[in-house]
């Protein structure tokens, strides 16, 4: 299947604002907002995904068809730039640190604000090995089909799937005890 | 579908059936639908979907958005034919200003031999000869 993006690119590249504006309103959004997620940081996220467009306006003339989706290269761009500022920061968590991460997890309180919550589960992610956590950023939040996530991350399909089922695991028990009462502050606050 | 392969999808993506994998997504529903143990596999799945869900928070990119089309402008401005013509012409008056320079600060006098010396810049050492052409 065509991927229309690319024509959108080879108008760009051209010198079409239009479609330079239209990738834009179609690709920022997911990419401040995986970066977000990735980074735990608002202003970083925005500078990754500018980053990204940069990189995209300067390969454009070169892209071919037959390269892999738009959106597969715009996210895989983006979350080597993210893994990329994790390890300069120090903040790389490997998955050898993995077991201990959960339980370091500070115990949360018995009930919680909405905002809380939100707090409680990005401190949890935040606290993830950052490949568990792009994957599950990528298949949960972002939506993105498996196939396209492994594609993303460079992985096989049954490669993501533990690095989902891994992050899951962890992310239920750094809120262990507490998922039912978050829900349900969750729903009385809503 | 087997219930080990119904509890690897649950535990990789969760309870909603939208984010299991496509070609797998019917059985495991079919299996859901009869097995009590995939039934409570799901309920606990869903209940940290809803956690997860609770951190949705979608960033607002207006202003980012319109710096980046900015940039993607201002670059297709100095890629543009005019642009390239007038940094072209800028470049060669530089090194014009250069060469001429360069060959009045390195001859010690003018004269005959530094004319020579500057015809010498602009003569390409691959100029063809009579031989070349057949001549």
Avoid at chain 1, 144 to 154: F, K, M, R
Avoid at chain 2, 41 to 68: C, M, N, S, T
Avoid at chain 2, 95 to 122: C, D, N, R
Wanted: overall charge negative; glycine content about 6%.
């Amino acid at each position: 299947m065509r991927d229309p993006d690319a024509d959108l690119l080879r108008r760009a590249a051209s010198g079409d604002a239009g479609a330079a504006e239209a990738l834009v309103r179609a690709h920022l959004r997911r990419l401040v907002s995986l970066a977000r997620r990735l980074l735990g940081d608002a202003t970083e996220a925005e500078d990754v995904a500018q980053d990204v467009f940069v990189q995209l306006w300067r390969i454009a003339p070169r892209w071919r068809d037959q390269d892999a989706k738009l959106s597969t290269w715009l996210h895989r761009v983006a979350v080597n730039a993210c893994y990329d500022r994790l390890r300069k920061r120090g903040r790389w968590v490997g998955e050898e640190a993995a077991a201990d991460v959960a339980d370091a997890a500070p115990h949360p309180a018995q009930r919680l604000l909405r905002q809380q919550v939100a707090q409680a589960v990005n401190d949890a992610l935040l606290a993830l090995p950052e490949r568990q956590r792009a994957a599950i950023v990528l298949c949960h939040y972002e939506e993105v089909s498996n196939i396209e996530a492994a594609a993303i991350l460079q992985i096989s399909v049954d490669a993501l799937e533990s690095l989902l089922a891994r992050g899951r695991r962890s992310m239920r028990l750094a809120l262990t005890g507490q998922a039912e009462d978050l829900i349900g502050d969750a729903e009385q606050s809503s | 579908m087997d219930r080990n392969r119904f509890e690897a999808i649950v535990a990789a993506y969760g309870a909603d059936p939208r984010r299991w994998p496509e070609d797998e997504r019917l059985a495991a529903q079919r299996l859901a639908a009869i097995d009590a143990r995939a039934a409570s596999l799901l309920a606990d799945a869903a209940a940290l979907d809803q956690a997860l869900d609770a951190a949705q928070g979608e960033p607002d990119v207006a202003l980012l958005g319109a710096r980046i089309v900015k940039r993607y402008k201002a670059r297709q401005s100095l890629a543009s034919p005019a642009s390239v013509s007038f940094w072209a012409l800028a470049a060669s008056a530089v090194l014009g200003l250069a060469i001429g320079f360069g060959a009045g600060v390195t001859m010690p006098s003018a004269g005959a031999e530094s004319l020579q010396v500057l015809t010498g810049a602009f003569e390409s050492p691959f100029e063809a000869t009579s031989e070349d052409v057949g001549g």
